[in-house]
């Protein structure tokens, strides 16, 4: 099993976006962008593949035990880390499902007006109706 793995397997088991991977990598000083995060977890046979280093896995576990655990001066409870985090999880979920679905009402409710058949109304003739020689003297 690889590091990549590894890492991968930690992100879906505690549920984690890439944005808070790089805030943990940040508890222990270690920078890293979304797009080199986003290289590890890509498939071995993508062009942009990138080998997760020992350092790299080495940094975020230490970032781990101190997002989880906390530090000595401020210790913090991972069941509490944990929940607290499923609970923004499932609000966000609700939150676009509720906007999809006031996004579906609004556009149900753009439906083109239906207009109402109008009374038949005999037609009127305005012009008489004229026959016209073009200018030229038939004699018939």
Do not use: W
């Not at 970032?63 to 913090?76: F, Q």
């Not at 006031?102 to 556009?107: A, E, V």
């Not at 007006?113 to 026959?131: D, G, L, S």
């Amino acid at each position: 099993m690889t590091n990549n793995d590894i890492l991968k397997k930690l992100r879906v088991a505690l549920m984690l976006r890439d944005d808070q991977i790089v805030e943990i990598l940040e508890l222990v000083d270690f920078r890293i962008s979304k797009s080199e995060l986003g290289a590890f977890f890509r498939a071995e046979n993508h062009p942009n593949y990138m080998e997760c280093g020992d350092q790299v896995l080495r940094n975020f576990l230490n970032g781990l035990v101190i997002y989880l655990r906390g530090t000595k001066e401020n210790p913090k409870n991972p069941t509490d880390v944990l929940n607290k985090q499923k609970s923004e999880i499932k609000k966000d979920h609700s939150l676009k499902e509720k906007n999809e679905s006031d996004k579906s009402i609004k556009n149900n409710s753009k439906k083109k007006p239906t207009f109402k058949a109008k009374k038949a109304t005999p037609k009127i003739q305005v012009v008489e109706k004229v026959k016209f020689n073009n200018g030229k003297n038939k004699k018939s």
